[in-house]
């Protein structure tokens, strides 16, 4: 841990602690470790304000991320991506340096920041690390595979993102606008509604459709596409609502 309670004569206590100042937060501490900091991109947002100390430290002992922590006025903590090179974290190597029980390195998706059960993992929530360890079979590598979906369980800044740690990647979600494909004595007729449920190709949901009435039950096809039912008896549907007349046969 480096000493930054002032940096180029700014207290970081004052206030939020911008990007740039963050990087050079990170470059002092890996300076202090005998490491020599690459070049790092400032992080967007500005992290919380700190009353006192930030902790500066490796993640899972390697200088390819740093954690930068608080805990006043507020607990907080947030990683930095520095770039540098990967490397076995220290915790896997025996005192001769060399691997304990031959654990193999893995590139595993992590989270950078502390994130809630239900909370939906965005493009910034993520990043690569390289560890050891970690169950094969549900080691996720590729940011696309988690960004959209949301967790099952509460995860800590710096822990791999598992498979199991994730809701189903679903076709289509509760409340999302769909496409509405029909087809009617030989003419496709396509028009969108919300989904009332969410599912995976091949489910049956209710969709709510956009002119208002009943919702009408479609098969899920694909990705934000639906099928209704083309069987519906057409004095059904006037009956329900004259609106409704696109959605039956």
């Known amino acids: 841990m480096t000493s930054l309670a002032c940096l180029g004569g700014y207290p970081l206590n004052a206030g ?19 490491q020599v900091p690459p070049r790092m991109q400032a992080p967007v947002r500005a992290l919380p304000s700190c009353r006192g100390t930030p902790r500066v430290t490796p993640l899972a002992g390697n200088w390819s991320s740093a954690e930068i922590s608080c805990d006043q006025p507020t607990v ?7 770039g540098a090179a990967l490397s076995m974290p220290l915790s896997t190597r025996d005192s001769t340096g060399a691997a304990k029980n031959d654990l193999p390195l893995q590139t ?35 940011p696309d595979l988690a960004v959209g979906r949301k ?24 409340g999302q606008t769909v496409t509405v494909q029909l087809q009617s004595q030989g003419i496709d007729i396509a ?3 919300k989904a009332l449920a969410g599912g995976v190709a091949g489910d049956r949901i209710l969709i709510d459709p956009p ?13 934000g596409i639906v099928r209704v039912r083309s069987n519906m008896p057409r004095r059904i549907a ?11 046969v």
């Open 238 to 248: 006037v009956k329900q609502s004259k609106r409704r007349m696109s959605w039956s």
């Open 151 to 174: 967790l099952r369980r509460a995860i800590g800044a710096g822990q791999p993102l598992l498979e199991r740690h994730l809701d189903p990647l679903l076709d289509i979600e509760e």
């Open 76 to 82: 907080w903590r947030r990683v930095l991506r520095t």
């Open 16 to 34: 939020a602690i911008t990007g740039e100042e963050a990087v050079r937060l990170v470059a002092q501490a890996m300076v202090d470790a005998g």
């Open 108 to 142: 595993v998706l992590s989270v950078t920041r502390p994130l809630p059960r239900g909370a939906r993992i965005g493009p910034d929530d993520v990043m690569l690390l390289s560890q050891a360890g970690t169950d094969p079979a549900q080691v996720l590598s590729d």
């Open 211 to 223: 002119s208002g009435g009943h919702p009408v039950e479609a098969m899920i096809l694909a990705p």
């Open 191 to 193: 028009s969108t509604g």
